[in-house]
């Protein structure tokens, strides 16, 4: 099986939390003892995978809603039309719940639409993808 290395130096801050967080939910799962003696090696690693992948796409959710919600805090870089620069404005018929593929999972997150009067294009600013 191929592996290939995932940086996980972005966790530092919080990884006592997230160590605490995986003995949780390891005596959640199994009790103190650990897995039924038995219990194959292939199926702690689904439980652990599912697991992965509920709380990857929850935690994605989370923070492209939370920067959606910042909308009118966004810098400079991110107030005008990415493809002229001209001034937007909000385009209320294109508020959008948007759902996309990432690697980590499907993300899905509402988000204000905006107008450029001069490119006569609607989009969503904050995200490059």
Known sequence: MAHFAIS???????????????????????????????TKLSAIEETILAIRHVLSEKMLDEALQRQANAVDERPAPFQGCPKCGSEVQKDPDKDDHRILPTIVGEAEWGEPGTYCRKCRRSFFLGRQT
Do not use: H, I, M
């Not at 990884?15 to 939910?25: C, F, I, N, Q």
């Open 8 to 38: 996980t130096t972005p966790a530092d801050p919080v990884r006592p939390y997230l160590e605490g967080v995986a003995k949780s939910l390891v005596d959640r799962l199994y009790g103190d003892k650990g897995p039924a003696w038995g």
